[in-house]
């Protein structure tokens, strides 16, 4: 069975830094590009990156590009998403997902973490 | 970018009704869209990708249609599971959008 676990919630002052993981199994873990979504309390959905897990390709949305850094980890399966220095601004739920490819094309997020929550407050 | 605007925002609907949801986009994406569920305090779950190719395991009821800049999400006849919201991403060209989401809930 598919599952991507994520890390549990963080409660975090401004300033500090934080890494939060999304853990794969059920799957060949660098056959696939994972990636990053942010929502906002209240909010929609925000695309933030996507990484290949099976090299360094990463690409990032122009919104979050310089603020996290998305890294894998192949030899335990997980995925991250990092901050050097939070804001209250990136408190939120922040999901890991598995892209599918169509085709040879990127075309859908197919299984998604159980999402990790982030609150930053001093 | 390219924006990608739903409507309605919210749709107040009854068990057995169809329900219809528009997604369109500020420019062509072809048929690279897909629709994603997520039920109040679930994470997100594919229903459609590559704007009508239903996901394994979804009920038929979800169907997806359109391509260009316009896209529809139809559900046949709602079930009680079904109230939610609704959100399509397109895939045609980086950063990849989502549209603010439907809410789905009884009328």
Same mark, same amino acid.
């Given at each position: +069975?598919?599952?991507? +676990?994520?890390?549990?919630?963080?409660?975090?002052?401004?300033?500090? /830094?934080?890494?939060?993981?999304?853990?794969? /199994?059920?799957?060949?873990?660098?056959?696939?590009?994972?990636?990053?979504?942010?929502?906002?309390?209240?909010?929609?959905?925000?695309?933030?990156?996507?990484r290949y897990a099976g090299d360094s390709d990463t690409r990032y949305s122009p919104s979050f590009q310089g603020q996290v850094t998305i890294s894998v980890d192949n030899s335990i399966n997980t995925?991250?998403?990092?901050?050097? /220095?939070?804001?209250?601004?990136d408190t939120a739920m922040y999901y890991c997902a598995r892209m599918i490819n169509c085709g040879g094309d990127l075309c859908a997020f197919d299984m998604w973490g159980q999402g990790t929550m982030v609150t930053v407050s001093s | 970018d390219i924006q990608m605007t739903q409507s309605p925002s919210? #749709?107040?609907?009854?068990?057995?009704?169809?329900?219809?949801?528009?997604?369109?986009?500020?420019?062509?994406?072809?048929?690279? #869209?897909?629709?994603?569920?997520?039920?109040?305090?679930n994470a997100p779950k594919l229903l459609i990708y590559k704007a009508s190719t239903l996901e394994s395991g979804v009920p038929s009821r979800f169907s997806g249609s359109g391509s260009g800049t316009e896209f529809t999400l139809t559900i046949s006849s709602l079930q009680p599971d079904d109230f939610a919201s609704y959100y399509c991403q397109q895939f045609n060209s980086f950063p990849w959008t989502f549209g603010q989401g439907t809410k789905v809930d009884i009328k």
């Open positions: +069975e598919v599952q991507l +676990e994520q890390s549990g919630a963080e409660v975090k002052k401004p300033g500090e /830094s934080l890494k939060i993981s999304c853990k794969a /199994s059920g799957y060949k873990f660098t056959s696939y590009w994972i990636g990053w979504v942010r929502q906002l309390p209240g909010k929609g959905l925000e695309w933030m990156g996507i995925a991250y998403l990092q901050w050097t /220095s939070l804001k209250a601004s | 919210t #749709l107040s609907a009854s068990v057995g009704d169809r329900v219809t949801i528009t997604c369109r986009a500020s420019q062509s994406i072809s048929n690279w #869209l897909a629709w994603y569920q997520q039920r109040p305090g």
